[in-house]
Structures are given as structure tokens and as C-alpha cells.
């Protein structure tokens, strides 16, 4: 008897083994089909950490319909990744939204609010670019009014508004959501296809931006 249950468990083990191996067995990611190279990589900002930026618009609604996967990836990045979200504003019309997101980083609403806002957008079909309209749903929020109002109107958000635009046209992003691994590779749905295939890609050039700040350090 313990022989005949021996082998259905048996079976059932290798199958998990194999089902894992596949899972990690990912096609390697291929320049110019998965990932673009930059020609002058761009200086990141988070010093020892490798940098992830995701270049995104509030009202783009594909960047809205990525959001809970890269949220739920990122949350997962190691220590030595980090991951930093980055307003583009590809349009003068993309102001409102940049600003928005870095208001709400000023009043410390970022993190509770920033998958609210494409809720706000997508789903509520609310208009956040008019100010009227922004106000009376961040009030709805529990968000002080006049604070957010004097952050969003305030020289800061402008200057970092325009700093994420001049970003953007250096990691020669010309649509989003799109993805810079370490300054050095860009990624896109657009170009992986699928969700699955994006986070493959951006792990494994996590993976090379880490082997190579290693060859560095050793020189």
C-alpha cells in the first residue's frame, strides 16, 4: 500500500519541480525587441541602490491599468533596488497631473492616495486637471484643503514638474507607462507585450545593472 501511494506523491513532486524550473527558466530579454540601451546613460539618483523609474501620466490609461502589478512588484524589489515613480510630462497638458503627484508627496498623502487618483480618473471619470474639481475631491479625502492647494500652486511642484519632463526627454521616453532600469535600459509594455514578459525583462536588467556596479567595484 505505501508503495502504491509512494508514486502519485512522486509524480506530483516532479511536476512542482518542473512547473518551478519552468518559472524560472524566462526567455533571456533581447536588446532592441524587450529592452532599448540608451546611447548616454542618464545619472540616477539613489547613489548605491540600482534605480527602477517608472515614467507615468495620472490620465494615461494604460499606466492606470499597470499600476496594481507594478505596485505589487516593486513591493518585492530587494534592498538593493530601488524604485522611484516619475510624473512625465510629454505635453504642457500633463502639468496638472505631475503637480498633483508631487503635492500629495508634499502633504505626505503620496502613499495612500497615489492609486486613488487613477481611480479618480479612470473609474470616477472625475476631471483632476481642474482645480475646482482637484479640490473638492481631496477634501473628500481627509486632505487639508489649504495645505494641498499651497503645495500644488507652490514654485516646488512646478520646478519638480519640469525637472521629471526634462527626465523623461533624457531617458528619450516618447510614450508611457515605460520603465529605466540603473539609467541605462528602457522597457515598455509596448515592446514586452505583456505584463509577465515586462517584469521578466526588468528583473533580469535589475540582474545586469547589478553584475555590472559589481565589475566596476572590482576594478
Not at 512522486?10 to 530579454?29: I, K, N, R, S, Y
Not at 505631475?98 to 508627496?105: G, H, R, V
Not at 545586469?208 to 566596476?216: N, Q
Request: aromatic share 8%; net charge positive.
Amino acid at each position: 500500500m505505501n508503495r502504491i501511494l509512494a508514486l502519485p506523491r512522486t509524480l506530483a513532486a516532479l511536476a512542482g519541480l518542473f512547473v518551478l524550473t519552468g518559472a524560472l527558466a524566462a526567455e533571456p530579454a533581447e536588446e532592441g525587441t524587450d529592452y532599448t540601451r540608451l546611447a548616454k546613460p542618464v545619472p540616477v539618483e539613489t547613489g548605491k541602490q540600482i534605480e527602477v523609474v517608472e515614467f507615468f501620466w495620472y490620465r494615461c490609461p494604460h499606466c492606470s491599468q499597470l499600476e496594481p502589478g507594478l505596485d505589487a512588484w516593486a513591493r518585492k524589489l530587494p534592498a538593493d533596488v530601488k524604485f522611484r515613480p516619475v510624473p512625465a510630462v510629454l505635453n504642457p497638458n500633463w502639468l496638472p497631473a505631475a503637480k498633483l503627484y508631487y503635492a500629495l508627496a508634499e502633504v505626505g498623502a503620496l502613499a495612500r492616495l497615489h492609486g486613488k487618483v487613477f481611480e479618480a480618473y479612470h473609474k470616477d471619470k472625475l476631471d483632476l486637471d481642474d482645480e475646482d474639481e482637484l479640490m473638492a475631491w481631496i477634501g473628500k479625502q481627509g486632505v487639508d484643503v489649504a495645505k494641498f492647494k499651497s503645495a500644488y500652486r507652490s514654485f516646488s511642484a512646478q520646478t519638480r514638474a519640469m525637472k521629471g519632463a526634462q527626465a523623461a526627454r533624457k531617458a528619450e521616453i516618447t510614450g508611457v507607462p515605460a520603465l529605466m532600469v540603473d539609467g541605462k535600459y528602457t522597457t515598455s509594455v509596448s515592446m514586452t507585450i505583456t505584463e509577465e514578459r515586462l517584469f521578466e525583462v526588468l528583473d533580469q536588467l535589475i540582474q545586469r545593472a547589478r553584475a555590472e556596479r559589481r565589475g566596476k567595484a572590482s576594478k
